[in-house]
């Protein structure tokens, strides 16, 4: 089963995606409105109603995201939001990952 997965950050390199996850689809880029990037101990997404985060957006396998999981330290550093998205004209779920509240900020 293939998910869509909303990157941010260095996540958004091809070359490491494609070490990462080399089946996954580049499916292109858009404006995650509502959130804003911010610098925790590492850098995350949190929800503001004025802000907007440029993100890609992939299609994975789910080898691909238990690797994803492995290398965001999720559930312990990072764990995964959903997030329904209006892509080519349909509603799909996505997921992203956000820093855990236990995480300090720098």
Known sequence: M???YLAY???LCLEQMKKRCPNHK?????????YELIFRKYLSLRKNPDGVVPVGIFKVNECEEKILDRYEGCPDIYRKEELD??????????????????????
């Open 26 to 34: 580049v499916i292109g880029s858009t404006q995650l409105e509502g």
């Open 2 to 4: 293939k998910r869509y």
């Open 85 to 106: 998205m209006n892509i080519d004209g349909e509603v799909v779920r996505t997921f992203m990952y956000i820093t855990n509240k236990k995480v300090r900020p720098i």
């Open 9 to 11: 950050d260095s996540n």
